[in-house]
């Protein structure tokens, strides 16, 4: 059974920092895509950063540098640093596992990011 299960959300102030982390199970990561999502009140998910099964590393124009997607030396944990905070980036921020080659993916149950002062 593959879970995703994100942490590491919370309240900051604007310019702070937050790391979430994203840890797998179930799944081979080397099959996998993994990416950051996040999503508002009222407006549709969207794209934050990914890393390929490859190790390809793309971003959101929105966070390109500030915020960095990484995984760990086994490959089960995804994080995401997010750094220099605007209070736009206040969301639900949702951790995805997209498999490369058979169209299936999975989601975590996402976890609460605030920036406000």
């Known amino acids: 059974q593959v879970q995703l299960v994100e942490s590491g959300g919370g309240l900051v102030q604007p310019g702070g920092s937050l790391r979430l982390s994203c840890a797998t199970s179930?799944?081979?990561?080397?099959?996998?895509?993994m990416a950051w999502y996040r999503q508002d009140p009222g407006n549709q998910r969207e794209f934050v950063a990914t890393?390929?099964?490859?190790?390809?590393?793309s971003y959101a124009d929105s966070v390109q540098g500030r915020f960095i997607i990484s995984r760990d030396s086994a490959k089960t944990t995804v994080y995401l640093q997010m750094n220099s905070l605007k209070p736009e980036d206040t969301a639900v921020y949702y951790c995805n596992a997209r498999h490369r080659w058979m169209d299936y993916e999975y989601w975590g149950q996402g976890t609460q990011v605030t920036v406000a002062s």
């Open positions: 179930g799944l081979i990561s080397e099959r996998y895509n």
């Open positions: 890393v390929t099964g490859r190790g390809t590393i």
